[in-house]
């Protein structure tokens, strides 16, 4: 089960860390992702990272802005948002691979991913 929360309203340019903590399955091991999903458009990758942490990708849109991390003793991983602008309002959704997967691999696609959370709504007003 993985449980974001987090979300909230917040002024253009303003900042917002989401959270997902991960449980009945193995946390540790798994690459995760962050995706979003605005009214009316498809889903789309965020950012995701490895399961040691030492790697993350980001969409273009978001890099230098948004940050990715994980803490493994905690089963949760992190998406601190910082500049935040209205057309990145959103439902936000963690999301966890396969166990030992290659990050590199696939991980922009949500069909790489095998756990979904139920999203957290991002709200950035102009």
């Known amino acids: 089960q993985l449980q974001a929360s987090g979300g909230g309203l917040v002024p253009a340019g303003g900042s917002l860390t989401l959270s997902c903590i991960v449980s009945?399955?193995?946390?540790?091991?798994?690459?995760m992702g962050w995706f979003r999903q605005a009214p009316g458009k498809e889903r789309e990758f965020v950012s995701a990272?490895?399961?040691?942490?030492?790697?993350?990708y980001y969409a273009d849109s978001v890099k230098g802005r948004f940050t990715i991390s994980r803490d493994n003793a905690k089963n949760t991983v992190y998406l601190q948002m910082n500049a935040l602008k209205p057309e990145e309002t959103a439902v936000y959704y963690c999301a966890a691979r396969r166990f030992n997967t290659d990050l590199s691999v696939g991980y922009m696609k949500s069909e790489s991913y095998n756990y979904w959370g139920q999203g957290t709504l991002v709200t950035v007003s102009s």
């Open positions: 009945g399955i193995t946390f540790d091991s798994r690459p």
């Open positions: 990272i490895s399961w040691s942490g030492d790697t993350t």
